[in-house]
């Protein structure tokens, strides 16, 4: 079992950077495929990216593909989100999940993270 905490959200004008960061403390870490979700007012919960256990294989959101990239570093029980070019859209509480390489559902969640572009 994992828990995470992300960090990195903040205020950002529209075209701007902004990078997020997911911490995992406990064990087992590289055993978890991560997941970067979002969910602005009113919305889903909706996936953004996600990466698996290796770093082999990710997956982009087509809205945010060729924006945002998703990196992890087993190292360091770490999982980054850096996302470029944002878009007032792109407004919302950002969230860090894992799942089991053996599992089919993401069961641990961070508390999330807020991000808002302006326009």
């Known amino acids: 079992q994992v828990q995470l905490v992300e960090t990195g959200g903040g205020l950002v004008q529209a075209g701007g950077s902004l990078g997020l960061s997911c911490t995992a403390s406990?064990?087992?870490?590289?055993?978890?495929?991560m997941g970067w979700f979002r969910q602005a007012p009113g919305k889903e919960r909706a996936i953004v990216a996600s990466?698996?256990?290796?770093?082999?294989?990710?997956y982009y959101a087509d809205s945010v593909k060729g924006r945002f990239t998703i990196s992890r570093d087993n190292a360091k029980n770490t999982v980054h989100l850096q996302m470029n070019s944002l878009k007032p859209e792109d407004t919302a509480v950002y969230y860090c999940?894992?799942?089991?390489?053996?599992?089919?559902?993401?069961?641990?969640w961070g508390p999330g993270t807020q991000v808002t572009v302006s326009s």
């Open positions: 999940a894992a799942r089991g390489s053996w599992d089919a559902a993401y069961r641990t």
């Open positions: 406990g064990r087992s870490f590289s055993s978890y495929d």
């Open positions: 990466i698996t256990w290796s770093g082999a294989s990710t």
